[in-house]
């Protein structure tokens, strides 16, 4: 694997250590300042990037965002897609931005598992992966809430059904909301 580069094999071997790492990635992470991104927003519509439309970490100062990593080959992901739409629907009223960072390399099979999924919430498309290193990205999908003063409040890695409603309780806990 090449720095900077993310690739199934290592993503599947760190999957198995995805619950232990998650319960210390909440004490390693808090406080810490998000990395910056600034990535090209996906069309929804035409099922393509937007060159000239970017969002980066700036754009978001001041809200709280929830920030998940995903690619289309991945299992966890498809659940999670269904799960996120509806978070994000009920989230609104808070103000929580719901933001996924897509890491194909290629856009095609980007624009197959976003027309199957269809999110309602912001995509932003990393074909270079230079997002996941700085955040330490090692299970797919890998998730983040950031405070509104840009800083790492809560990590997660993984997804499954039944890890739901702890996520949701655990963003609204340190939202304030809980």
Known sequence: MTSGALSRRAVVRCAGSALAA??????????TPAPFFDLPVWDLASQAPHVQQRLSL?????????????ASWCGPCRQSFPWM????????????????????????PMARFLAQHKPRFVV?????????APYQVQAMP???????????????????????????ASVRQKMGLA
């Open 124 to 132: 932003l498309w990393d074909a270079q992966q230079t997002t996941p």
């Open 58 to 70: 700036d754009n978001l100062r001041g809200r709280w965002v929830y920030l998940d990593f995903w």
């Open 142 to 168: 890998s998730s983040y809430l950031i405070a509104p003063q840009g800083r790492i409040a809560w990590t997660h890695r993984g997804f499954a059904p039944s890890d739901a409603a702890g996520i949701e």
């Open 85 to 108: 739409n509806e978070f994000s629907q009920r989230m609104a009223p808070h103000h929580l931005a719901v933001v996924a960072i897509g890491l194909d390399t290629r856009a095609e």
């Open 22 to 31: 998650s319960a210390l990635s909440r004490y390693a992470w808090a406080q």
